[in-house]
C-alpha cells in the first residue's frame, strides 16, 4: 500500500505511478483516478509555492535547523514560569490577607475570652457571698423557727391566757399613748 510520507519529496510522484499500474488492485475506477491526479498536482503546487516562500534556510540542515524551535520553546517556558511565579505570588498575597483577618479575629475573641474569664471570677466571688449570706440567714431562720416552735408548743391554758393579757395590757397603753401625745 503506498502512505504519502512528508519527509520523502518524491512520495507524491511513486504512489500515483504505483496506483495507475494496478487501479483493481484498490478498487479505484478512471474517474476517481484522475480526481486523486488532480489533488496531487494541486497539493504540488502548494507544497512548492510554499517552499518558495519560506526560502531555502529554513530548510536546510545543520545546527540552526531547531535554533529557532528552541528559542520558541525556551520563550514559552519562560513565560508560563513567569505566570507561575505571578499566580503564586497572587495565591501568598492573598492568603497572607487573610491571615491578617483571621489574626485580627483571633485577638478580638482572646480579648472577649478574657472579658468573659474577668466577669466569671466577679460572678464566682458574688455567689461564695451569697451562699454565705444565705447560710447566716438560714441558721438565723432555724433558730426563729425553734423559738415559735417552743412558743407555739405552751402547753398550758394559764400561760396563753397570761400572754394574751399581757399583749392587751401593751396595746391600750399603745394607744393610750398614742391619742394623748
Known sequence: MCVPNAASGHSLTRCPGIVEANPRKFNLDATELGIRKAFITSTRQVVRALLGESG????SSGPDKYSRLDRELQL??????????AQQQLIVEQQDEQL?????????LKNMSQRIGGELEEQ?????????????????LDNVMKKLAKVSHMTSDR????????????????????FVL
Open 56 to 59: 531555502s534556510q529554513s530548510w
Open 76 to 85: 514559552a517556558n519562560s513565560h508560563f514560569i513567569e505566570e507561575q511565579q
Open 100 to 108: 491578617e483577618l483571621v489574626s485580627g479575629s483571633i485577638g478580638v
Open 124 to 140: 464566682a466571688v458574688m455567689l461564695d457571698d451569697f451562699s454565705h449570706e444565705l447560710d447566716s440567714t438560714q441558721s438565723r
Open 159 to 178: 400561760r396563753q391566757w397570761c400572754a394574751i393579757v399581757v399583749l392587751f395590757v401593751i396595746l391600750l397603753v399603745v394607744l393610750i399613748l398614742f
